[in-house]
C-alpha cells in the first residue's frame, strides 16, 4: 500500500459502480446524526425548553462513542437475510426509520418518551455505522481505499446537511413533526441501497463463538509487527487537527468577530474545503499509495495550523479568517481521506466490523480528550502561541511514519483456522453464541 501504482486509472476508479454505493451508503450514515443532535436541539429550544434541559439531551448520542462494544455481534451473527453486512444494515435502517417516524409521532408532549426514542434512533444510527464501515472496507479493492474514503465523506457531509441545515430551513415554513417524517422519508436512500447493492465477495469464515468475535480481533491485530506503534499513530495522528478544532469558535469569538459569520464560513465554504480536499486527498491517494499521501496530508495538516497564528496577529481581519477556515479544513479532509483509508487497509475481513469500530473509536479519542488540557494551555500563553503549539505537535506523528515499513500493515488471515471447525459455515443470527 505504500507504493504508488501510476497504472491505475484514477477516473476509473472514481467513476465504478462500488463507488457510487459507497457515496450513497456515506449519506444514509451521516443523515441521522443531525436528528439526535442540532436538529433536535433547535426543536426543543423553539418550543421554549431551558437550556439545562436541552442540554441533558446530549446525551442521547452516546452511542455513537460506545459503538465498538456491540460490534462484535455483527461479526459474529449472520442475518437470515441479504449476508451478514447488508442483513445487519437492513435491520438497523429499518428500526432507524420507525424511530424517526416515533419522534415525529411523539412530539414534544413526552419528553423522556422523546430521549428514549431519540437514543434508540442513535443507537440503530450507531449499528448501522458499524456496519457500513465494514461494508465499505469489504467491498472495495485496495486501490480503491483512497477514492472511497473520500466519497464516503462527500456522502456523509450531504447527509448531515440535509438533516441540519436543510431541516433547519424547513422548520421555518412547517411544523417539526412534519420535519422528522421528511428526515425518515430520506433514509428510504439507504434502505434501497442495501436492497440493491451486492453484498461484499468475502471469503473468510466468521468467528463461530461470541468469545471469538470479542477475543480474535484483538489477538489477531496485537500479534503484528509494530501493533503498538500503529496504535500510537493513529492515536496521535491528526491531534495536531483536534487541538485547532477544540478552540476554533472560542478564538473566532473571542477575536471579534460574529456568530453568523462564522456560521456562515464554517458551515459554507468550511464544509465545501473539506469535501473538496477529501476528493482531491482521495485521486492523490490513488496514485500515490497510501503511505506518502499520510506523509504529504499530515505535514500539510500540521502546517494549516499556521494561518489562525497568522489571524491571532492580525486580529479581526475578515479575508484572513476565511482564508484560514479553508486551508484547514482543505487540508484536514485531504489527510482524513489518507487516514481512513489506512484504516480500512488495516482491517481484517474475518471481523472488519470489530477492528475498524475499535480502531475509529481510538482515532476519535484525542477530540474527545483534547479540551482541558488544550484550554489551560490557550489561557497560559495565549493565542497565536496555542495554534504554533498545534502545528509543532503534528511532528511526533510524522516521525512515526519513519517506521512505516516496519508495520505489518495489510491485515494477515492467519487467524482464519486457528481452531477446529473453523471451516463450517458463518453461524445464522438465531444460532447461539
Request: proline share 5%; hydrophobic share 55%; net charge neutral.
Amino acid at each position: 500500500m505504500g507504493k504508488g501504482r501510476p497504472d491505475i486509472s484514477i477516473v476509473g476508479v472514481f467513476t465504478s459502480w462500488r463507488m457510487a454505493v459507497v457515496v450513497l451508503a456515506g449519506f444514509s450514515s451521516g443523515l441521522p446524526l443531525a436528528l439526535t443532535g442540532v436538529s433536535l436541539q433547535a426543536w426543543l429550544t423553539g418550543q421554549g425548553f431551558d437550556l439545562k434541559l436541552i442540554g441533558t439531551f446530549a446525551a442521547v448520542g452516546l452511542p455513537y462513542t460506545l459503538k465498538f462494544l456491540w460490534s462484535p455481534l455483527m461479526d459474529r451473527f449472520v442475518p437470515p437475510f441479504l449476508g451478514r453486512r447488508r442483513g445487519w444494515m437492513l435491520l438497523s435502517q429499518l428500526a432507524m426509520i420507525g424511530g424517526t417516524v416515533a419522534m415525529a409521532a411523539c412530539g414534544v408532549q413526552s419528553l423522556w418518551l422523546l430521549g428514549v426514542l431519540a437514543t434508540a434512533v442513535a443507537f440503530f444510527s450507531a449499528s448501522q455505522d458499524i456496519v457500513i464501515d465494514a461494508y465499505r472496507t469489504e467491498l472495495l479493492k485496495p486501490e480503491e481505499l483512497g477514492a472511497g474514503a473520500s466519497l464516503s465523506i462527500l456522502g456523509y457531509r450531504i447527509g448531515m446537511i440535509f438533516s441540519g441545515a436543510m431541516a433547519l430551513i424547513l422548520a421555518d415554513h412547517m411544523s417539526w413533526q412534519a420535519v422528522y417524517l421528511i428526515m425518515a422519508g430520506g433514509m428510504l436512500v439507504g434502505l434501497a441501497t442495501t436492497l440493491l447493492a451486492p453484498e461484499p465477495d468475502v471469503e473468510v469464515q466468521a468467528p463461530r463463538t461470541l468469545a471469538q468475535a470479542v477475543v480474535l480481533p484483538l489477538r489477531e491485530f496485537l500479534s503484528r509487527r509494530g501493533a503498538i506503534e500503529i496504535l500510537l499513530f493513529i492515536l496521535i495522528y491528526k491531534l495536531d487537527w483536534a487541538m485547532v478544532q477544540a478552540f476554533m469558535a472560542p478564538f473566532l469569538i473571542k477575536t471579534g468577530f460574529s456568530y453568523t459569520e462564522i456560521g456562515l464560513v464554517t458551515n459554507g465554504l468550511g464544509v465545501a474545503a473539506t469535501v473538496g480536499g477529501a476528493i482531491v486527498g482521495g485521486a492523490v491517494i490513488t496514485g500515490m499509495g497510501i503511505h506518502r499521501s499520510l506523509w504529504i496530508f499530515g505535514l500539510l495538516q500540521g502546517l494549516a495550523g499556521l494561518s489562525f497564528t497568522i489571524l491571532a496577529t492580525l486580529g479581526k481581519n475578515h479575508s484572513m479568517m476565511v482564508a484560514a477556515i479553508t486551508v484547514e479544513n482543505a487540508c484536514s479532509g485531504m489527510a482524513t481521506a489518507a487516514f481512513t483509508g489506512f484504516i480500512m487497509s488495516l482491517c481484517n475481513k474475518r471481523f472488519t466490523a470489530t477492528q475498524y469500530a475499535l480502531l475509529s473509536s481510538l482515532m476519535a479519542l484525542p477530540r474527545v480528550m483534547i479540551g482541558l488540557p488544550a484550554g489551560w494551555l490557550a489561557e497560559r500563553i495565549g493565542w497565536p502561541q496555542y495554534f504554533i503549539v498545534a502545528t509543532v505537535i503534528a511532528v511526533p506523528g510524522l516521525l512515526l511514519l519513519l517506521r512505516y515499513p516496519h508495520w505489518q500493515v495489510t491485515a494477515s488471515d492467519a487467524l482464519a483456522s486457528d481452531e477446529p471447525g473453523s471451516e463450517q459455515e458463518p453461524p445464522a443470527l438465531s444460532q447461539s453464541a
